[in-house]
């Protein structure tokens, strides 16, 4: 199918209402013998296997990270924590940074069988998260190098000519087939699966062509899906070099005469807010209170935690800073403050404090206290794990004595911010038409 058709065809699916819609997929009338999304050309059932009647499994190394680097050899190693963390549905090794083993490590006994080929499943088997255990890749270029399968992995490869490369891929991340694992899945603190278990899980799958038509539509949305995060990435990345340029004066905004501002002066917190600090109110939380609680899960996960309450200590109001005074560690944690940016009703909980602008933009005043990556922008940290009162209002602040260059730089960030949240929200909807997809096109 050609790529341009497909597209189409990806951009024409509803979530909503997906079924019918008249661009090539469709609601069968047995979706016990077949899919629920389907491509209308096809009508023949799906075939049923147990894992270990179509695959082999080949031998795998217990190769720890202190025995693989990313400079220098002769064949790289695909470890279990990368396919937890980093490595595509499909891997192309040109396409991700693998590490290789290191020359002191004698492979010679590894048989030319064991070294991964197109087509190869891996599966991390073991993870201390049940949605995680049994993840695997699919191997679809390996570009001529050597690779091989490491430590806490299993690797197996499709016995006959059954599998489009990549499907397998998508096959593996199903509800129907996830499921199966995590049932197999044993242990307690640490799940993991064996060989002998995952080869009784049964796979669903159609003929050839048919595999060749999903793979190319749920490759396409991965590979859009890969380039909005690369979007958000350099993004992020535009928006720490920008704000690094303009609170060190490096790049500076002229007003609407085109005249430089006046020169920055040094202030203290104290001087240019009102502080106020949350009581405790645990025993006022209940499931469908009046005030949203502003906690530290609140703060640091930027406002999508929320408890609430039927008590209010004080009122949050929108552009009020809110900011954790308590589990810093050595003074480093990560900057946990956060900008109310709604009408909601807030209410704020202990060691969490308030700082409401009197002589300065609140917005202009969060990003310069959150320029980097410790509290109060204390570059050196502040030494210990809880901030007090005067830690906070004693904090040295270089800033612009003009209010209206504070409003100008704030909003210039903050539009940088609003064009990260579409990004994000694009995202979101890609990943959630994807999670719709692979419970859908599949049994």
């Known amino acids: 199918m050609q790529k341009n058709a497909l597209v189409f065809e990806l951009r024409s699916i509803n979530l909503l209402n997906v079924a019918n819609n008249g661009f090539g997929i469709y609601?069968?009338?047995?979706?016990?013998?077949?899919?629920?999304?389907?491509?209308?050309?096809?009508?023949?059932?799906?075939?049923?296997?147990?894992?270990g009647e179509v695959m082999d499994f080949k031998v795998?190394?217990?190769?720890?990270?202190?025995?693989?680097?990313?400079?220098?050899?002769?064949?790289?190693?695909?470890?279990?924590?990368?396919?937890h963390t980093k490595f595509q549905t499909l891997f192309n090794i040109t396409n991700e940074i693998v590490p290789f083993i290191n020359d002191e490590i004698n492979i010679l006994r590894i048989s030319d069988e064991n070294y991964c080929r197109e087509g190869d499943i891996i599966f991390a088997d073991a993870s201390e998260d049940l949605n995680d255990v049994g993840k695997s890749i699919e191997v679809v270029n390996v570009n001529g190098e050597k690779l091989l399968s490491g430590l806490h992995t299993l690797l197996a490869r499709p016995k006959e000519n059954l599998f489009y490369l990549g499907f397998n891929g998508y096959l593996f991340k199903s509800n129907q087939v996830r499921t199966q694992i995590q049932k197999e899945s044993q242990g307690s603190k640490v799940l993991s699966i064996n060989v002998g278990r995952i080869s009784k899980i049964e796979l669903s799958f159609p003929d050839v062509k048919e595999q060749e038509r999903i793979t190319a539509l749920l490759s396409l949305l991965d590979e859009r899906i890969h380039t909005q995060n690369k979007i958000i990435e350099e993004l992020k990345r535009l928006k720490v070099s920008l704000i690094k340029k303009i609170f060190s004066q490096h790049f500076r905004f002229q007003d609407e005469n085109g005249c430089d501002f006046p020169d920055w002066e040094e202030k203290t917190l104290e001087e240019v807010v009102e502080f106020r600090n949350g009581k405790a109110h645990e025993n006022h939380i209940v499931e469908k209170g009046k005030y949203i609680v502003v906690n530290s899960k609140f703060i640091s996960q930027n406002g999508n935690i929320r408890k609430y309450s039927n008590e209010c200590n004080m009122p949050l109001y929108k552009d009020e800073i809110v900011m954790v005074m308590s589990d810093v560690p050595n003074g480093k944690a990560l900057a946990k403050c956060f900008l109310i940016n709604k009408n909601d009703k807030y209410t704020l909980n202990q060691r969490i404090c308030a700082l409401k602008a009197v002589s300065c933009h609140n917005p202009f005043l969060y990003y310069l206290i959150n320029r980097n990556e410790y509290y109060l922008a204390f570059d050196s940290g502040v030494g210990q794990t809880n901030l007090k009162k005067d830690d906070v209002l004693n904090c040295p602040l270089i800033m612009p004595s003009s209010i209206t260059e504070q409003i100008i730089i704030a909003n210039f960030l903050s539009s940088i911010d609003s064009k990260i949240d579409i990004e994000v929200q694009l995202l979101s909807k890609y990943e959630s038409q994807k999670k719709y997809l692979l419970q859908n096109m599949f049994i």
């Open 27 to 51: 609601v069968p009338n047995n979706p016990k013998q077949i899919p629920n999304l389907r491509f209308p050309e096809f009508s023949n059932n799906w075939e049923m296997k147990k894992l």
């Open 60 to 83: 795998t190394n217990s190769f720890s990270r202190e025995n693989l680097n990313y400079e220098l050899g002769t064949v790289k190693n695909i470890h279990y924590g990368d396919i």
